[in-house]
Each structure stands twice: as structure tokens, then as C-alpha cells.
């Protein structure tokens, strides 16, 4: 057969043109992977790598902090830009009109309640001396002045920052501080608002690509708790928005009965504070007090309990029960997630810890439990 094959003049024959291969060797041993050096050297190169990345996420951890923050805000918009869908409008437009409510909104914040802060702040700090002097006219506390000077100090540093104009100044730690303090925030916000922007508009196709990584006999089971999820993060917002509305509600009622200054101001600045789990209403009721006591001291002392009556039957009775109807998960485990959450990541572990607990729960009802009870 090979005789049949017509020899073309000019061909090089391949297999006597190709060079040798040169003796590298035999294989050596393999490895024992019992003896101890081999051991150490795998540890010691773990535990580098380790270092190595706990240094690298530890620098960049601000950045996964806006990350985290900007996927938070985006599955929880996510319900809204699915409302829009359903009405007929496509992705990209439902986004659009989701984010320009939330501008809007924002603009709105910040047209109705700031000038009237910065008014009511500034003549707070104006009237601050004389305030801290009226203290002086309770017994106690005056005997308390007459033995330590504890309000003539107070007066004293007060009237001191305010006459030298370092008020605010010294409170973020000098001139470069203020704006270093301003630029950080402009930018953390600019960066938290593109984000949010891309993580919207895209989350379909990532959730898909990141499914795909999942083997396709579980596939379906992993999308299907991780869209339960992303949905149980965006009722945990809408839940969070809900109650930071009946807030703000509460404080326009009792500012208008009371006669607070600029209520309407006052209720929109609660409402951004509800948002914010444990703390905000720290925030909420200590700008309304100090609010309220520019009119006059009895005006602040009945905002401030009717503030701290409310946060006390929201806490104990609306919270959980909205948590507990939205996301299914006990009152207790609620408070429990949220303190836990915010001594460990501060603001953003208040943040995600409810929604993360719900996930949790979850999990644990659709793959743990299940598996317990065949066993």
C-alpha cells in the first residue's frame, strides 16, 4: 500500500527531518507526602498566602465596604425595577425610572429639610451660651456649679470656640479635616450611586453567570434559594422604608400638636434616620430635641419623650411585627441579628444583618432540616 503513494520531487521526508528528542531523564520518586518537611512547607505556604490575603482585603477594605453597600442598595431596589417590568416597560428603562425617584427624592430631602436645619443649627450655636446659663436657674444643678463650676466651664469652652469660629473646625480635626471629610463623603456617594447603577441594571445576567458556575444537577435548587434571597433583601428594605415612614408620620403629628419647628423638615430628616437599624433613631431624636430647644426647654422635653415613647413601641411592637410578616423570622432573632451585626461591621452590619439572618433562616428551613429529617 505504501508503494501506491506517488513520491512528489523536492519532499523532505518529516519523520527523518525531525529532530531527536534529546534524554531528559527518567522520572524521579514521587513525593512523600507523610515525611514532615513536606508537611511544613505546605503549612508555612498557607499560612503566607493566608497573610498575604488578609493584608490585601484589609487595604482595600473600604472599597468592599462601598461594594457591599451598592449590592444592599441594589437588591433592594430590585422589587421596584420588577414592579416596572411587570407593567410592561423593559429593564433598562424600569431602572431609570426607579433610580430617578430615588434622586428625586433625595432632592426633595434636601430642598424642604436642609436650609431649615442649617438655620435652626446656626441659631442654636448662637443662642448656645446663653441656653447652657439657663441651666443655672434649676437648684441642683446650680449647687452643682457653685461646688465643681461644671456649668461655668461648659459656658466658658462654648463661648470660647464659638467667638473664635472653630466650632466646626475643631470638630473634625482642623481646616484639612473638614475637607477631607467633605471630599471622602462626595465621593463615597458618587461611587455608591454608580455602583447601585451598574449592579441594577445587570443583576439578571450576573446572578445567570454566576449560576452557571454551580453543577447542573443542583443548579436549579442553588437560583432558586439565591433569588429567594435577593427577594427577602429587597422586603427587608421595603419593610425598613415602611417603618421609617410611620416614624416620620408619627414626629409630623406631634410636631404640628406640639408646635416644633419646622415639622415637615423634622419628619423627612426621621424618615432617612429610620433607616438606619439602632442608631438612627439615636440621630433622629437628638437633632429633634436640639430642634425643639431652640423654641423653648418644655417644647424639647415633650418631643424628646414622645420620641423615645415611639422608638420603644416600635422596637417591641411594629418592627417585629413587620419583620416577622415580610421576612418571616421571629421578633427576637430580629434584635438579636441587628446588635450582633452592628458590633462587628458598625453602620453596615446593622445594615445587612437582618437581611443576612433571614437568608440564614432560610437556608437552614429549605436544606438543613430537610436533610436532619431524613437522617
Do not use: W
Not at 258 to 287: D, K, S
Amino acid at each position: 500500500m505504501a508503494n501506491l503513494i506517488p513520491k512528489i520531487p523536492g519532499l523532505k521526508n518529516r519523520k527523518s527531518s525531525s529532530p531527536q528528542k534529546a534524554d531528559l531523564g527518567s522520572l524521579g520518586e514521587p513525593l512523600d507526602r507523610a515525611h514532615p518537611f513536606y508537611f511544613g512547607f505546605l503549612a508555612a505556604s498557607g499560612a503566607v498566602i493566608a497573610v498575604t490575603l488578609l493584608r490585601a482585603f484589609a487595604s482595600a477594605s473600604q472599597v468592599f465596604v462601598l461594594i457591599l453597600i451598592s449590592l444592599f442598595f441594589a437588591a433592594g431596589l430590585n422589587p421596584a425595577v420588577n414592579f416596572f417590568q411587570r407593567r410592561g416597560l423593559n429593564r433598562p428603562t424600569s431602572v431609570g425610572a426607579v433610580v430617578a425617584i430615588v434622586i428625586g427624592f433625595v432632592a426633595l430631602f434636601a430642598l424642604v429639610a436642609v436650609p431649615p436645619i442649617v438655620d435652626q443649627v446656626n441659631l442654636l450655636v448662637k443662642n448656645a451660651p446663653s441656653l447652657i446659663e439657663s441651666l443655672k436657674n434649676n437648684h441642683t444643678i446650680n449647687s452643682l456649679n457653685q461646688h465643681y463650676g461644671i456649668v461655668d466651664s461648659i459656658q466658658k469652652k462654648v463661648t470660647s470656640s464659638i467667638h473664635d469660629g472653630q466650632f466646626v473646625v475643631t470638630a473634625f480635626g482642623g481646616v484639612l479635616g473638614v475637607g477631607k471629610a467633605v471630599l471622602s463623603g462626595a465621593i463615597s456617594v458618587l461611587t455608591i450611586l454608580v455602583l447601585t447603577l451598574y449592579f441594577l441594571a445587570s443583576l439578571p445576567s450576573v446572578t445567570q453567570v454566576a449560576y452557571r458556575f454551580v453543577p447542573a444537577s443542583r443548579r436549579a435548587r442553588v437560583a432558586g434559594l439565591s433569588d429567594a434571597i435577593i427577594d427577602r433583601v429587597g422586603i427587608f428594605v421595603g419593610g425598613q422604608a415602611t417603618v421609617s415612614f410611620i416614624a416620620a408620620l408619627y414626629i409630623l403629628i406631634v410636631g404640628f400638636i406640639i408646635g416644633m419647628p419646622y415639622p415637615t423638615a423634622l419628619a423627612l430628616l426621621v424618615f432617612f434616620c429610620g433607616l438606619i437599624p439602632l442608631i438612627g433613631h439615636i440621630l433622629g431624636v437628638a437633632v429633634v430635641t436640639l430642634m425643639c430647644l431652640t423654641k423653648s426647654p418644655l417644647t424639647a422635653l415633650i418631643a424628646f419623650v414622645a420620641y423615645v415613647l415611639y422608638v420603644q413601641v416600635e422596637n417591641y411592637v411594629v418592627m417585629p411585627r413587620i419583620m416577622r410578616k415580610s421576612l418571616s423570622i421571629p421578633g427576637l432573632v430580629t434584635i438579636i441579628a441587628a446588635l450582633l451585626g452592628t458590633s462587628l461591621l458598625g453602620l453596615i452590619g446593622g445594615l445587612l444583618a437582618v437581611p443576612v439572618a433571614a437568608a440564614v433562616l432560610l437556608i437552614v428551613d429549605e436544606v438543613v432540616f430537610p436533610k436532619a429529617d431524613l437522617g
